[in-house]
Every structure is written in C-alpha cells, then in structure tokens.
C-alpha cells in the first residue's frame, strides 16, 4: 500500500516556506524523498533512517517520526528552482522488503518570482 | 563511479506492437534491479524487481514482463502493447546492506513511452 502525501499541490512565492507530509499505515525501515521535473528522472533529496532522526542540507531538511510512521519534508526561503514534483518513498520495516521502494501519489510544488 | 544507462529516451510504437526497453548499470556488481512505471501527472509504480540473475518478482499483474540475463543488465519487454502501457519508464538500481535494507535508489534517464 503506498504512502500517502498532502497537500496534493502547493503553490508558493519567492521566499515563501513550504511542508509536504507523508504518511505510511506500515512500519518503516526509512523513508526517502526525491524531487522530480517534467520529462526527468527523480533526484535523490535524502534518506531518513529509523531513529527519528532529521538530516538537511542548505535549506531543504526531513523529519521522519517512526512511532507515527510519518515523515515532513520542509522547504525554507524557497527559491524558483525548487519547483516540481516531490515524492516520498517508503521502504518497509522487517528486512523483506529487497530493497523496494514504494512512492507516494506525489506533490506538485510551484515556486513563482 | 556507478552509472545507470537507459534507452531509448522516446519511443512511439502502435497498438500490437512488441517492446523492448533495456537498462545496464556500471561500476557496481549484484546490485538489486528496479522497474518503475509513470502514468501521465502521476507517481511511480514498482512494476518489477531482481535481486539476482534470472530472478524477476511481478509487482502488478500486467501485459508486460521482465528478464535479467547478465548481473547489470535488465530488460522490460511485451509480445502486445496496449494503450495502457504509455508512460514514463524508469529502471533504478540499490546497493544492499544487511538485512536487504540500503542505499538511495538510483533512477536511469527514463524512456517515453507512447502506444498509439
């Protein structure tokens, strides 16, 4: 079953911050978010691993609650190139998963000047 | 460094046609292989997975069917395209650590895939 990701769309000004969620009803082993633009391949953002943790760089950082089997990704002072569509992918917890990841319906970011 | 290769980048083939979509990956070994499949404006659908020459595991029952004959290769095919099986095509590979757990998923350029 995949994740599920809200809001659907965002559409956001220059500066402007952004959260996009995703949520699992399975326990998770990690969760990976990745940026894709029209007509490319998806770009790997970052990996959160079990433990709660929360990883970032320059100003783009994620959250992953394990507890609530929920992740936030967070988008801060946004800028023109940050637009796109964002996809969270789960990998389950147990070990028997091979490796695959299971992507939410995908949010649509729009950055505007 | 590992690199990911896929092709063709677009291809427009008739209803009833037959497909043959490859991907070959460098600079790793025995890495597990992915599948993925995008509709127009929406996500990614695991199509098929290989952990190991020869072994393919379905994910949706479909027109369509996988087969991995060398280590780092992977190809998607179909005797019998139908309309529904325009999209965007992406094959991925991961490097796995213990537990089958692991690394990022490392996504090829994609083919464009339009049956008409």
């Known amino acids: 079953q995949q994740p599920v990701q809200s809001p659907q769309a965002v559409i956001l000004r220059e500066g402007e911050d952004a959260v996009i969620n995703c949520s699992s009803s399975k326990a998770l082993y990690s969760v990976h978010w990745y940026r894709q633009k029209h007509g490319e391949a998806p770009v790997f953002l970052m990996i959160l691993l079990k433990g709660g943790e929360q990883k970032g760089h320059d100003k783009i950082s994620a959250s992953f609650n394990e507890k609530k089997q929920q992740s936030s990704l967070y988008l801060t002072a946004s800028q023109l190139s940050y637009s796109g569509t964002y996809f969270c992918?789960?990998?389950?917890?147990?070990?028997?998963?091979?490796?695959?990841?299971?992507f939410g319906q995908g949010t649509i970011l729009t950055v505007h000047p | 460094s590992q690199t990911i290769h896929q092709w063709p980048a677009t291809l427009v083939q008739p209803v009833g046609s037959p497909l043959s979509l490859e991907c070959t990956v460098e600079?790793?070994?025995?890495?597990?292989l992915y599948w993925y499949r995008q509709a127009a404006g929406r996500g990614l659908q695991l199509l098929f997975y290989?952990?190991?020459?020869?072994?393919i595991s379905s994910e949706v029952p479909q027109n369509l069917s996988a087969s991995r004959p060398q280590d780092r290769q992977f190809i998607l095919s179909s005797k019998k395209l139908l309309l529904s099986d325009s999209g965007f095509y992406l094959c991925a590979w991961r490097e796995l650590r213990f537990l089958g757990l692991g690394e990022k998923l490392f996504f090829g350029s994609g083919t464009q895939l339009s049956v008409l």
């Open positions: 290989s952990v190991g020459i020869g072994q």
């Open positions: 992918g789960t990998e389950d917890a147990g070990g028997t998963s091979y490796g695959k990841l299971t």
């Open positions: 600079g790793t070994s025995n890495p597990n």
